[in-house]
């Protein structure tokens, strides 16, 4: 792992379009009630998680009202750099209920779309935030409303034409529009692909033939999460299959972000794709072992990833 002196973590860049407020109640071991009060939203889990890892993390997205200057304050906390895009609406949020084990929705706060002048403030301010980095890590948006597609579109194409490495975790319109841009790596699990179209199922051969198109539509490499199954990835004509021990979950949310982080990570450090694949299933699989998404702890993740089996799997083009 990196040392703890920032001035030699790998910079790593972080597109975080819709930041969340998150509020969970817990049940103490008293007995009573906890409330935790915590940044959310895909970027975030990402950007955490990777610092976790040993990167400098710089996460820019769009802040405004009082949930989104207490955001500000709780992400660097958390030890990130933000590079905050002031807007005149307030962020996101959402309440969970997790006293009893499983996550219940009490109230869901979706970000409000972002005006033609903030989009172009957050492209401007992401663009000049990424330029120094190692890779750009790509998270989506809590609502498809929040901002327009096609700037995921732009932001892949200008970060590839500036030689840094794209990692997406993405679904729905803002996975077309990467695509478009060009993206390094993209994650994606199983449901997602299903869900829009881009996978007939979850069987094996379905989700080798989706990673082929999207090789094609503008993904170097591609890497899908299948829930307790094993990861299947394709790169460089290659289908590799990745198999974590079988560990118990305590909350499986954020396994996929952590993931996307670990890959992310690896590529920072100049590792093959095989140890990127090794240290994005390690850091998912200590994720779920814990409460709170994306989070662990890096020594423990670096003794997991030797624990992973990562090997080849037969495919062909059709």
Same mark, same amino acid.
């Given at each position: 792992?990196?040392?703890?002196?920032?001035?030699?973590?790998?910079?790593?860049?972080?597109?975080?379009?819709?930041?969340?407020?998150?509020?969970?109640?817990?049940?103490?071991?008293?007995?009573?009630?906890?409330?935790?009060?915590?940044?959310?939203?895909?970027?975030?889990?990402?950007?955490?998680?990777?610092?976790?890892?040993?990167?400098?993390?710089?996460?820019?997205?769009?802040?405004?009202?009082?949930?989104?200057?207490?955001?500000?304050?709780?992400?660097?906390?958390?030890?990130?750099?933000?590079?905050?895009?002031?807007?005149?609406?307030?962020?996101?949020?959402?309440?969970?209920?997790?006293?009893?084990?499983?996550?219940?929705?009490?109230?869901?706060?979706?970000?409000?779309?972002?005006?033609?002048?903030?989009?172009?403030?957050?492209?401007? +301010?992401? #663009?000049?935030?990424?330029?120094?980095?190692? &890779? @750009?890590? *790509?998270? $989506? =948006?809590?609502?498809? %409303? /929040?901002?327009?597609?096609?700037?995921?579109?732009?932001?892949? +194409?200008? #970060?590839?034409?500036?030689?840094?490495?794209? &990692? @997406?975790? *993405?679904? $729905? =319109?803002?996975?077309? %529009? /990467?695509?478009?841009?060009?993206?390094?790596?993209?994650?994606?699990?199983?449901?997602?692909?299903?869900?829009?179209?881009?996978?007939?199922?979850?069987?094996?051969?379905?989700?080798?033939? /989706?990673?082929?198109?999207?090789?094609?539509?503008?993904?170097?490499?591609?890497?899908?999460?299948?829930?307790?199954?094993?990861?299947?990835?394709?790169?460089?004509?290659?289908?590799?299959?990745?198999?974590?021990?079988?560990?118990?979950?305590?909350?499986?949310?954020?396994?996929?972000?952590?993931?996307?982080?670990?890959?992310?990570?690896?590529?920072?450090?100049?590792?093959?794709?095989?140890?990127?694949?090794?240290?994005?299933?390690?850091?998912?699989?200590?994720?779920?072992?814990?409460?709170?998404?994306?989070?662990?702890?890096?020594?423990?993740?670096?003794?997991?990833?030797?624990?992973?089996?990562?090997?080849?799997?037969?495919?062909?083009?059709?």
């Amino acid at each position: 792992m990196e040392p703890e002196n920032s001035a030699t973590k790998p910079y790593g860049f972080v597109f975080a379009p819709a930041p969340l407020l998150t509020v969970t109640l817990e049940k103490a071991p008293d007995g009573s009630t906890e409330l935790h009060v915590h940044p959310g939203g895909q970027g975030f889990w990402i950007g955490r998680m990777a610092s976790i890892l040993g990167m400098d993390v710089h996460l820019c997205g769009p802040f405004g009202g009082e949930s989104g200057s207490i955001l500000v304050d709780i992400i660097e906390r958390e030890g990130l750099t933000v590079h905050p895009v002031k807007t005149a609406s307030a962020n996101g949020s959402y309440i969970h209920d997790r006293r009893e084990g499983e996550r219940k929705e009490i109230a869901d706060i979706s970000p409000p779309a972002l005006t033609r002048h903030e989009i172009d403030d957050l492209f401007s +301010a992401s #663009l000049a935030s990424a330029m120094c980095a190692k &890779v @750009a890590m *790509l998270g $989506g =948006p809590h609502h498809d %409303a /929040a901002v327009p597609a096609e700037m995921y579109t732009r932001l892949c +194409a200008d #970060l590839g034409a500036l030689g840094i490495p794209v &990692v @997406a975790d *993405l679904s $729905g =319109p803002t996975l077309r %529009a /990467a695509l478009e841009g060009g993206v390094n790596v993209l994650k994606v699990s199983h449901e997602d692909l299903i869900e829009d179209g881009l996978a007939e199922s979850d069987s094996l051969d379905d989700l080798l033939e /989706a990673m082929q198109r999207l090789q094609d539509d503008g993904a170097e490499s591609v890497v899908i999460s299948r829930a307790g199954d094993p990861a299947i990835a394709f790169d460089n004509g290659n289908f590799w299959e990745v198999e974590a021990p079988s560990v118990q979950t305590v909350d499986h949310h954020g396994a996929g972000d952590s993931m996307t982080a670990g890959i992310a990570a690896a590529y920072a450090a100049g590792e093959k794709f095989e140890d990127a694949l090794r240290l994005g299933a390690a850091a998912g699989a200590v994720n779920v072992t814990r409460r709170g998404l994306a989070t662990g702890n890096s020594a423990a993740v670096e003794k997991m990833s030797e624990k992973i089996e990562v090997r080849k799997l037969k495919g062909k083009r059709s």
